[in-house]
Structure formats: structure tokens, C-alpha cells
């Protein structure tokens, strides 16, 4: 890998990526000639092979290509586990084994369409779309952060409901985001405000939250791609982090544990890296996100003193079964990212030029390849275009949390990938971007970048008002 492809951002042409798509249109097209031709080839035909477009909302719920039919239909059912609610046992209306605790009963009531949470701007409403991230100091086990004794490493701000009005069980606490205005002055005297979190807990069930409590506000991520970037070798990445020390940066890989391998493995999804492989990842959401259980982790989420919860009995144990958890796998793993649009528009071309100046390729790596990739071989040695280099950055006092992570430090984040982000919208009306989803918009993300990156910030915080634009463009047709 050479500096020059690895820094450069280049809107680029129909890659490898596009090529079914391609092919399917000139068939169609071969198709549509035949029917002129020779008009034995009845309408039905023709219509069938042309490839029916994406409804707008579905741009991050298409499968990547190459699947066979059996393939497919594992990739359909992971998706309905992706959308299922969960209920608790014995109530109707979906799987046993929501909560006892929980913040969402599935998946996709915060990866909306597998897009990103959404933020409220109103005071008043609990914030579930976005997770609170809770230790005290201290190293926990394996490494991680220490849970609080009485909350574990994440607030559930639910509890379960099994009809009457007396068996309402607690949630740990109501969490609710203020947001303080932040206006900065840009070079050309633009005025931009930008706005900060400020998390409010009320009515903690179990005791003091005080201050010496960590908390990290994390906003739900976008989930397509996932399985390109399990697909990319540790090699490959640790060989990024080198290169990034000839130009000043100091990319870091998290290392985390893996807990279905037990060992300590190189972290890649999360906005810290906290999580090894999509597998975990998933078993880990059952469990914190939605109360579920699941083999790997088999029992229910209630610390200690949380005596209601544990005296609920379990929806099944464990209340996931494997053969769904891998259906799920299957499905998230072989989630395709959408393909970028408006290459050849002159002013996406000249933003992609600006990205290159402002620097932000080093960290928002354009091309990667994955490596062999025996669990979806339609992924091996592939070229992709995430825009990540899955290391953690010190980003700043700004983006700061104040909480370690494994190795990831108190500012540190993981450069998100910027795949799909100009889709955002039309998917789920979420245009909210960063780790705790202060950012309303691109420009207001660049605008939070610090530490490491505060150089190229400041670049393009310099640029005139239309490279600006330019350059946001073509950020949104990633
Ligand atoms: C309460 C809302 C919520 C629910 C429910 C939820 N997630 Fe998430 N998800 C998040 C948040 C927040 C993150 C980021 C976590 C972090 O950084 O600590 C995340 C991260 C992820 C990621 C990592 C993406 C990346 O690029 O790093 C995947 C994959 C994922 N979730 C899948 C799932 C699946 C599958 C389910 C259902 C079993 C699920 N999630 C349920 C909020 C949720
Ligand atoms: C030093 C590495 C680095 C550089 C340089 C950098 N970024 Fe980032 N970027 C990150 C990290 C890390 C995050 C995640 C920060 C967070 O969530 O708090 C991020 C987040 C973003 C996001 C939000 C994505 C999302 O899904 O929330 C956008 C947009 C973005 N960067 C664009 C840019 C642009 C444009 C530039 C150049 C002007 C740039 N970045 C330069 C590391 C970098």
C-alpha cells in the first residue's frame, strides 16, 4: 500500500462494487433489444429480469451480492430476527426474553432500517436511541471497564411490564440529554452553533449516580458494512497505524476481549472498538440493549441489589437460540453498504480534491481489502470504500468522554466509517452524526473534530464558504 492511494480520496469510478449492478442493466438492456428483435419474448420475461430499484428508505437493507438462493433466505430470515420484538414471558406478541431490564424491544427500534438513532431536541423525553455507558474507576475483568456495582456498564432505562399496574418493574433510571449552544466563529466570520450534551439522570432506582461515576453517551450506529470490516486483516490494519506515524498521527487499535474465543483480540465495532466481531456484538446488544440471554451470555442482566429483576423468571434459557443469533450473523455480516452516488458531478469532484487537502483521508482511509473470509466468501479480497482505518484517534477535549474503554483513551474515538452517511435521511430522518449524536449535520461534525485532527478541522474551517460545500457534498456522496 502506497502513502499516495492510501491519503488520496479520489471520486472514484464504477468499481468492482458496482459491477452487478452494471452487468444487470446491460442484461436488461440485452433483454429489451431481444423483445424488438423478436417479439416471441413475451412482456413478462422482460420485466422480471430488470432489477426492481431500491425504495429509498431500504439504501441500507440490501444483501451483498453473489448470495445463493439458500443464502438468501438465511439473509431474509436474520433480517426478520433484526426487526422482531421481544415481549416478556409469558405475554403474546413476539419472542420470550425481553428485559427484565431493557431499552428497546429490537433491534430495529434503534438501528431504524439499520440506520442511526435519532436525537430529541425536546427536554422532556427519555432517550432510549442513544445508550449511557456507565464504570467506575478502575480496570474491570479481562481489561474493560469497571462495571458500578449496582448498574452494570450500561444504564437500561426500562423495565418490563407484565400487565397489571403494580407489576410494572422498574428501569435503572430516566436519562435525558440538555443541549448547551456552542456557536464558533469561522474564518470568514460564519457563525456555525453547534451544540453539546449535557446527560441528566433522574430517579436512579438503585442508589447514587455521583460523580465519581463514568458515563459515555453513545448514539445507535449505522450496522451495513459490518462484515467488509471483520474481513480486513489485523495485518493490514496495524500496517495503517505505521504509516500514520510518518505524518504525525498516532492511530491505535483497541484491544479488547473476545469473549466467545476467550482471548484478547484487536476491537473494531463500536465508537470505541470495544467489540471484537459482529457475532459478540450481537449477543452483547441482546443482552445490554434488550435484556435477552443468550449462550454466551446466559445470565439475565440484574446487578445485585436489583431484587425484582432477579427474581423474574427468564423467558427461556437461554432466551436467544443459537440457530437465531446466527441467522442474525448471517444477515449482518452479508448487510451491504450503499454504493456511492454523483461521482462525476464537478462540484462532488472538486469536494473529493478538498478532502485529500483538508488531510481527511489520512484518518477516513478511502479503500481497504478484506482478507480471506471463510465465514462469506463473497467477501474475501475485496476492495471496499468505508472511509475508515478502525483505529482510535485522540479527537480532542471537545469529543471527550472521560472514560476508558480497553485501551481506547478517555478522547479517543475510532474514525467512523462515512459509507452511506449522505443517505442517512432518506432512511430513517436521522441525520445525526458523532458518538453521542450532537452533530445535526456533516459540518457540524467537522467542526467537533480536535485533537489529531484539529489541524485538518482547521484547514478546512479556513477553506471559502464554497469549498466548504464542495467538500460536504462529497462527503454526502459517499
Ligand atoms: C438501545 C438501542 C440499541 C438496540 C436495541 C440495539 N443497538 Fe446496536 N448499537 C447501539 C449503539 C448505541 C451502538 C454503539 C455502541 C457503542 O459504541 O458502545 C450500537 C452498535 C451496533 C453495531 C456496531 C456497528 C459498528 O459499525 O461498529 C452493530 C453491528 C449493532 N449495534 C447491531 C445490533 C443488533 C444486531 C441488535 C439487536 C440484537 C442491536 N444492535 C440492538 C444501539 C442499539
Ligand atoms: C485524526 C483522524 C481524523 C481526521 C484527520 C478526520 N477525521 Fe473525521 N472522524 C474521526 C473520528 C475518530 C470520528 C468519530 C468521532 C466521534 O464520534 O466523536 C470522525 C467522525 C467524522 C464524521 C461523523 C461520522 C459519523 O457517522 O458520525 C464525519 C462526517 C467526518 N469525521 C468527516 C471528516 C472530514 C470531512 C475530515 C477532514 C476535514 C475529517 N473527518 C478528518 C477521525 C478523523
Redesign the pocket.
Known sequence: MSNRTEFTAVAHNPSSRHRPALLALSLASFCALLALLAPAVSQSQVTRSTPKPIPPNEAYMQPVPGLSHGELRKFRNGEKQ?KAPWVVFPLLGGEWGLGPTF??N??V???VQAGR?RTFDEPGVIA????L?LSIPGEGPDGGPMPHPNYGDQLQVFGVNVGLKENLKPGEAELYIDWVPFPVTLSDGTVVELRKPSVRLEKPNFGPIDATVMTSL??????FG?GY?EAVTEEDILALAKMQQTVGLNGRPNYVRDDINKRTALG?????A??PN?KQ??AA??HG??GVTSSLYIEENCPPVQTLCRAMPPGNKPELLDYSWDE?HFW?LALDAPAPRNQDNPQVIRGSQLFTQARCAQCHIPELRTGEFPALPQISKKTFRAYTDLLLHDMGPGLADGRPDFKAGPRDWRTA?LWGIGLSAQVNGSTNLL?DGRARNVLEAILWHGGEAQASRDLFAGFSKQEREDLIAFVNSL
Open positions: 433484526f431499552l428497546a429490537s433491534c427500534g434503534c438501528h438513532g432510549f436511541q442513544q445508550l455507558r453513545r448514539n445507535t450506529q449505522v450496522v459490518a470490516l473494531r465495532f463500536g465508537w470505541k470495544n467489540q459482529v456484538q450481537i446488544a441482546f440493549d434488550m442474525l449482518q466509517p458518538h
